[in-house]
């Protein structure tokens, strides 16, 4: 499946507030936020960012495994729109791909930061070293194929199961670029929950949150959009 090139989809977005997208400078947001909820973390302002952090080692074992398992849930996410962007019209699936392959790079470059092996490091687009992730990518895009419905429901579920797996890898974590990155995956998928939600309501459909508690759910996609930061 062709996929546009990253820097170019990132030169395209259009930034909610008038904020610019790309470039490291002090005032630029590490979350770039599209008008349609898109939220690209950007690569530049990024490694400016973790620069200002102290390289906290080492590592604690609970550290070293959230990294590891954030990559492979922030690709999971990737590979499934990636493979909804070419079975549905929608842009909604191709511009949140390209933005998940920003959030699984921003955890890449942790755990190149920290000295740790990448888990997908050599592997194939859709396949994961985590009999766990390959189970539910296999059962996420067997899913999206039933219609253009049940794929924007697979959206909002894997966003949802982001906002609670971040929130508790958080638990585990004391270093600040650790959470400083965490956080903004964190608004990046409440972003890109909000925007699957508005596209699954508007196709007709209805959903009931699986991971998250309602109140939640109904707090997230009852509020604007987060701008980065």
Do not use: W
């Amino acid at each position: 499946m062709k996929r546009r090139d990253f820097n170019t989809s990132l030169a395209s977005l259009v930034i909610v507030g008038g904020l610019a997208a790309c470039g490291g400078g002090d005032d630029a947001p590490l979350l770039a936020v599209a008008a349609d909820g898109t939220s690209t973390i950007d690569p530049e302002v990024l490694l400016a960012r973790l620069d200002a952090y102290p390289v906290e080692t080492p590592l604690s074992a609970a550290e070293a495994a959230s990294l590891a398992y954030m990559r492979e849930e922030e690709q999971l996410a990737h590979a499934v729109y990636d493979y909804s962007a070419g079975l549905y019209a929608p842009v909604i699936f191709d511009h949140i791909a390209d933005s998940e392959s920003s959030h699984t790079a921003a955890v890449e470059r942790l755990l190149e930061r920290y000295g740790l092996p990448d888990p997908l490091q050599g592997l194939p687009e859709g396949t994961f070293a985590t009999q766990t992730f390959q189970d539910l990518y296999a059962a996420l895009t067997a899913a999206s194929r039933v219609s253009l419905v049940e794929a924007l429901k697979v959206g909002v579920l894997i966003e949802e199961l982001d906002i609670r797996d971040i929130e508790q890898q958080k638990a585990a974590i004391d270093n600040a670029d650790i959470l400083m990155v965490y956080d903004n995956l964190l608004r990046g998928s409440r972003n890109h929950l909000r925007s699957f939600y508005e596209q699954l309501l508007a196709a007709g459909g209805s959903y009931t949150p699986q991971y998250i508690s309602q109140a939640e759910f109904d707090a997230i996609v009852n509020s604007p959009m987060e701008r980065g930061r």
